[in-house]
Nanobody
């Protein structure tokens, strides 16, 4: 089984920045696509950003483009999400997901391994 651990959430003012981190602990040699999703109460879990093992051509949701950057540390199956110019509408629980796949799926049902979630709150 793959164990996913994430951290880095917190409370920031609008316009501020946060960096989330996530590590997936799986079998030696595993190469996972890793992604970030977010969810607010009463809403669906939405894709934010994702990256393949190679890290080339990362995928971003429209709401994240130009403000968020996803990056990888391949050897440790570690992924980061640098979030800049945060807005109140970015407030959500952010989840890290990992799985083996050929590309980057923007759907939560495509991922079998999940972190516990970390709260991001952006004040007005």
């Amino acid at each position: 089984q793959v164990h996913v651990v994430e951290s880095g959430g917190g409370l920031v003012q609008a316009g501020g920045s946060l960096r989330l981190s996530c590590a997936a602990s799986g079998p030696t040699g595993s190469k996972y696509t890793m992604a970030w999703f977010r969810q607010v109460p009463g809403k669906e879990r939405d894709f934010v950003a994702g990256a393949t093992w190679s890290g080339e051509s990362p995928n971003y949701a429209d709401a994240a483009k130009g403000r968020f950057t996803i990056s990888r540390e391949h050897a440790q199956n570690t992924v980061y999400l640098q979030m800049n110019n945060l807005r109140p509408e970015d407030t959500a629980v952010y989840y890290c997901a990992a799985d083996s796949m050929t590309g980057i799926a923007p759907y939560p049902w495509s991922y079998d391994y999940w972190g516990q979630g970390t709260q991001v709150t952006v004040s007005s």
